[in-house]
């Protein structure tokens, strides 16, 4: 019996594969690019449940229930159109089409209408009504989903990548996140949404969709393009993550082969620890030390 048992942990060890680079990783924010950071504090915080904090006791930015939206001021507009694998991030909606009725009310821009969505997950009896979303036009030419779901807090990323289901397999092994990947082509619509992938960092959930999405669909930034320029520059710039600690996190992501783009420094006299590593499809990634926390 002992042996049996011990055969099976060891196969049910193998099929989750290696260990995870890196543990007790979270959320902890979006960094955007603006031309008025005061101006998109207070977009994102009447448009969306959010609320107006300082990070580290420092920076002005937005807290968004679990994680942070933070602004770097900038002189000119940053690059907006979807040409780095972040494609939007949005909000929930208990119900939508009352959602939708109050945003445009209040003289919010759209890019995308109320659309109804509600067959996407390949079931064609799909009834009706029960899934929208709608694209929000922000500063700088942010988009901003809003989609049906049970709450109405910041709850996705979504975004576009070469191979949709590596890149999910790539977050496994480095941040321990457990993915769920669809390797299959899928149409929809005419447009193609698989291979696709998806997983979890606390209340955020991480979507990849294919960048044959864009071609398909026809967007005039993929006409002639090959691949992924940087996220860094664009309207969202990077994501964040926090680690327990910095050094020990760095030394492993090394190991494991990480490209670093800059490596650990610190601010306000120690009080911030970060360093910069590159992700899938050239995604920019900051490593911070400390979870996330509303001052």
């Known amino acids: 019996m002992f042996r049996t048992r011990f055969a099976a942990l060891a196969m049910a060890a193998a099929s989750l594969g290696m260990a995870q680079t890196v543990a007790n990783v979270?959320?902890?924010?979006?960094?955007l690019?603006?031309?008025d950071p005061a101006a998109d504090i207070e977009f994102?915080?009447?448009?969306?449940d959010a609320e107006k904090?300082?990070?580290?006791?420092?920076?002005?930015?937005?807290?968004?229930?679990k994680s942070w939206l933070l602004f770097t001021k900038v002189n000119t507009p940053p690059k907006s159109d979807v040409t780095s694998t972040i494609w939007h991030f949005g909000w929930g909606a208990e119900d939508m089409k009352a959602t939708y009725e109050k945003q445009v009310a209040s003289g919010t821009k759209f890019q995308t209408p109320l659309t109804d969505i509600s067959d996407i997950g390949g079931n064609p009896n799909?009834?009706?009504?029960?899934?929208?979303?709608?694209?929000?036009?922000?500063?700088?030419?942010?988009?901003?989903?809003?989609n049906t779901a049970p709450h109405h807090r910041f709850g996705h990323l979504h975004l576009l990548s070469e191979n949709p289901v590596a890149a999910a397999?790539?977050?496994?092994?480095?941040?321990?996140?457990?993915?769920?990947k669809s390797p299959d082509k899928r149409m929809y619509r005419d447009v193609q949404i698989g291979p696709s992938a998806s997983f979890n960092l606390d209340n955020v959930n991480v979507i990849i969709y294919p960048v044959e999405y864009a071609r398909t669909d026809h967007w005039a930034s993929w006409n002639g393009r090959d691949t992924f320029e940087s996220t860094a520059g664009h309207v969202v710039d990077h994501i964040g993550v926090s680690v327990d600690n910095l050094d020990?996190?760095?030394?492993?992501?090394?190991?494991?082969?990480?490209?670093?783009?800059?490596?650990a420094r610190s601010a306000a006299g120690g009080k911030i620890k970060f360093a910069f590593i590159e992700g899938p499809d050239k995604m920019k990634i900051e490593v911070i030390e400390g979870a996330p926390s509303k001052e």
């Open 33 to 35: 690019n603006a031309t």
């Open 26 to 31: 979270h959320f902890h924010h979006l960094h």
């Open 53 to 65: 904090g300082k990070f580290a006791g420092l920076m002005d930015g937005v807290w968004a229930q």
């Open 126 to 146: 799909a009834r009706p009504g029960s899934f929208y979303y709608a694209y929000v036009l922000g500063p700088d030419g942010a988009l901003i989903e809003l």
């Open 248 to 263: 020990d996190a760095m030394a492993k992501l090394k190991a494991a082969g990480v490209k670093v783009l800059n490596e």
């Open 169 to 180: 397999e790539w977050y496994e092994k480095q941040f321990g996140v457990k993915a769920r």
């Open 44 to 48: 994102y915080t009447t448009k969306f």
